[in-house]
C-alpha cells in the first residue's frame, strides 16, 4: 500500500498558532465577569482544543448548555473588542515548514475547534492563509473533535483516502479525531500536551518541533 503522504490536516491553536495564553486570559475574564468559580490555567489549558461551549461545560459540569451559551457570547465580546491585542504569532519553524511542504506538492487544511471568522482573520494576520486550500471552523461541522467528523468531511471534500494524510495537532482529541478517522497522526510536544499524553491518545509520531513533520511526511 502506498504510504505517502499527500495531505496534511493541521489543527490551530497549539500546533500552528501560539494561542495559550489570549485563551486563559479571555476564559478567565468571562469566568469573573459571569461571577463564576474562577477556574486555574492548566484547568483552562486542558480543554483547548475543544469548543467554548464544551470548554465551559467541561470546567463547570453543572453547566446548561444555555448557561454555557451565554459564557461563549461572552467571551466572544471579550475577544472581538480587543482583536488586535489577540493576533497569535506562529511557532518556531511553522512558516518555513508550511512553505517547504507546500514547495513538495503537499496539500493542506485545517480543522480547528475555533470559529471560522477568527480562524480565517488570524491566518491571514499570520501570512499563511495561502497554504491552506480548505479551512474547516467550529461552525463548519456538527460533532467536534474527538469525533472525527472534521477529518471526514475534509477527506471527502477534497476527494483523499484516509491513508492519502495526516493530522498534526497538540491535543489529544487532535489525536482521537485522526483514529477513529482511520487517519495517521503526528502529536506535537511544543502546543499544550505533554509526550505522555499524546502517545497515550494513540499518536503515530510525537515530534518536538515542526520541522520534524518534513522527515515524516518521506517516510
Known sequence: MDMRCK???????????DTR??????LQATMRDMGLDMRSEEACVATIGLTLEQSF?????????????????????IFYRSIEEYV?????????TLAELHRRGITMSIASSRSSPSLLLFLRSMEIA?????????DSVTKHKPDPEPVNNILSTLRLSPSD???????????????????????????????EELLSAGADYVIDSISELLHIVER
Do not use: K, W
Not at 497569535?88 to 518555513?96: I, K, L, Q, T
Open 57 to 77: 461545560m467541561t470546567m463547570y459540569p453543572t453547566m446548561s448548555r444555555e448557561e454555557a451559551q451565554r459564557c461563549v457570547l461572552h467571551y466572544r465580546d
Open 165 to 195: 494524510a495526516l493530522v498534526v495537532g497538540d491535543m489529544p482529541v487532535d489525536i482521537l479525531m485522526a483514529r477513529d478517522a482511520s487517519v495517521r497522526s503526528v502529536g506535537v510536544t511544543y502546543g499544550n500536551s505533554s509526550r
Open 21 to 26: 495564553q489570549n485563551i486563559v486570559v479571555t
Open 88 to 96: 497569535p504569532r506562529s511557532f518556531d519553524d511553522v512558516v518555513a
Open 7 to 17: 495531505h496534511i490536516i493541521f489543527d490551530f491553536d497549539g500546533t500552528l498558532g
Open 130 to 138: 495561502d497554504y491552506f486550500c480548505y479551512v474547516l471552523g467550529s
